[in-house]
C-alpha cells in the first residue's frame, strides 16, 4: 500500500475528525435513528430515512479516515533542508505583478489553498519540487502559463 505523507498538524486534525466521529457522530446518529423508529411507519418516515442517509455518510467517512490515518507517514519538516521539498514553506513572488504568495506543501488530505497549503500533487507544487531560492519557475494553470521568482525556502 502507498504510503500518504502529512505533517504532524495534518495528522492530528484527521486523526481528531475520526475520534469525533466514533465516539460523538455515530452513537448521535444511532440514538437519532432509534427515536426516529418509535415514531411508528418507516416507508414515510422522512426523519428515519434522514438519519439513515446521514448514518451512511458517517460510517463512509469513518472508513476513509481509518485508511487515511492507517496508511500516513508523518513527515516533520523541521528536520528537512535543502531543495524544495514536502514540508517546505516557500514565499513566491509572481514575475507578472509582483505579488508574494507563500505557501506550504502538503499531503493531498491536509491541502486547503485558503489557508497556503498547497496539495503536494498540484501543477504549483510539482514545478516548485527540486527547486531552490532565487530559481524561477513556470507553472502551466487554467488561466495560461505563470512564472514565479522563489523568493524563499523554509523548512519550519
Known amino acids: 500500500m502507498e504510503k500518504i505523507p502529512l505533517t504532524a498538524r495534518g495528522f492530528t486534525k484527521l486523526d481528531a475528525e475520526l475520534k469525533k466521529l466514533k465516539s460523538v457522530e455515530r452513537p448521535a446518529i444511532i440514538a437519532a435513528i432509534a427515536e426516529a423508529r418509535e415514531h411508528g411507519d418507516l416507508s414515510e418516515n422522512a426523519e ?30 523541521s528536520r528537512l533542508s535543502g531543495a524544495i521539498k514536502f514540508g517546505a514553506t516557500v514565499v513566491l ?13 502538503v499531503g493531498e488530505q491536509e491541502a486547503s489553498i485558503e489557508d497556503g497549503l498547497l496539495n503536494l500533487k ?17 507553472v502551466r494553470t487554467p488561466g495560461g502559463v505563470r512564472s514565479y521568482e522563489i523568493r524563499t525556502v523554509s523548512f519550519v
Open 122 to 138: 498540484s501543477p504549483l507544487a510539482r514545478a516548485l519540487i527540486g527547486k531552490e531560492e532565487g530559481e524561477s519557475v513556470e
Open 48 to 77: 428515519y430515512h434522514s438519519a439513515r442517509e446521514k448514518q451512511s455518510f458517517i460510517e463512509g467517512r469513518i472508513k476513509e479516515l481509518e485508511g487515511i490515518v492507517g496508511r500516513s507517514e508523518v513527515i516533520d519538516p
Open 93 to 105: 513572488v509572481d514575475e507578472d505583478t509582483d505579488e508574494e504568495k507563500t505557501f506550504q506543501i
